[in-house]
T-cell receptor, first 113, second 114 residues
Framework: ELKVEQNPLFLSMQEGKNYTIYCNYS?????LYWYRQDPGKSLESLFV?????AVKQEGRLMASLDTKARLSTLHITAAVHDLSATYFC?????????????FGTGTLLAVQP | NAGVTQTPKFQVLKTGQSMTLQCAQD?????MYWYRQDPGMGLRLIYY???????DKGEVPNGYNVSRLNKREFSLRLESAAPSQTSVYFC?????????????FGNGTRLTVT
């Protein structure tokens, strides 16, 4: 059974600082996703990582995937207040003709001015 | 282009009442999903549908039923609501032609069962 763990669950950062969110998963998968959720809102897709060693960057966020270690990271560079949100990783589960995703518990990021 | 539309946005039920959550997508996607979101637990998959006419159980299907009415619509029914079903429910869809394509989510239905 696929399980996905994220840490930390809560992260309070100062503006300008760097930090990393970690996402571990328990069984083989070749696709991992990062989503952002603002309070009371829906989920927005940030990154799609489809192969070992994949790295994607958008602004101050960079995501990477190590399928051998079953680990993905979301690195935040020089945080700004606008990045405050909850970030989820989700891992694709094999089987069936669907992109069934199992989500981590989420990391609540609060960037303090 | 509306994307994924969920109705209602909010609902309060009493224990034992029934209701159906509606979801429709206009992106011509084959696959649709229902998730619930609870504090500290992320999103958990309730049911999904690979294509019109097929449905399968996800991680937490007990207490729910689904209907894939056509390619556009996927409804979630609570036959006898319980307080443990208080949650935010999200519907999502994805394009089968790209198995790796991300899920597109609706805005959610906030359900309270008293």
């Amino acid at each position: 059974e696929l399980k996905v763990e994220q840490n930390p669950l809560f992260l309070s950062m100062q503006e300008g600082k760097n930090y990393t969110i970690y996402c571990n998963y328990s069984t083989t998968s070749d696709r991992l996703y990062w989503y952002r959720q603002d309070p009371g809102k829906s989920l927005e897709s940030l990154f799609v990582l489809l192969s070992n060693g994949a790295v994607k960057q958008e602004g101050r966020l960079m995501a990477s995937l190590d399928t051998k270690a079953r680990l993905s990271t979301l690195h935040i560079t020089a945080a700004v207040h606008d990045l405050s949100a909850t970030y989820f990783c989700a891992v694709g589960s094999y089987g069936g003709a669907t992109n069934k995703l199992i989500f981590g518990t989420g990391t609540l990021l609060a960037v303090q001015p | 282009n509306a994307g994924v539309t969920q109705t209602p946005k909010f609902q309060v039920l009493k224990t034992g009442q029934s209701m159906t959550l509606q979801c429709a997508q206009d992106m011509n996607h084959n696959s649709m999903y229902w998730y619930r979101q609870d504090p500290g637990m992320g999103l958990r998959l309730i049911y999904y549908s690979a294509s019109e006419g097929t449905t399968d159980k996800g991680e937490v299907p007990n207490g729910y039923n689904v209907s894939r009415l056509n390619k556009r619509e996927f409804s979630l029914r609570l036959e006898s609501a319980a307080p443990s079903q208080t949650s935010v429910y999200f519907c999502a869809s994805s394009d089968y032609r790209g198995l790796n394509s991300p899920l597109h989510f609706g805005n959610g239905t906030r359900l309270t069962v008293t």
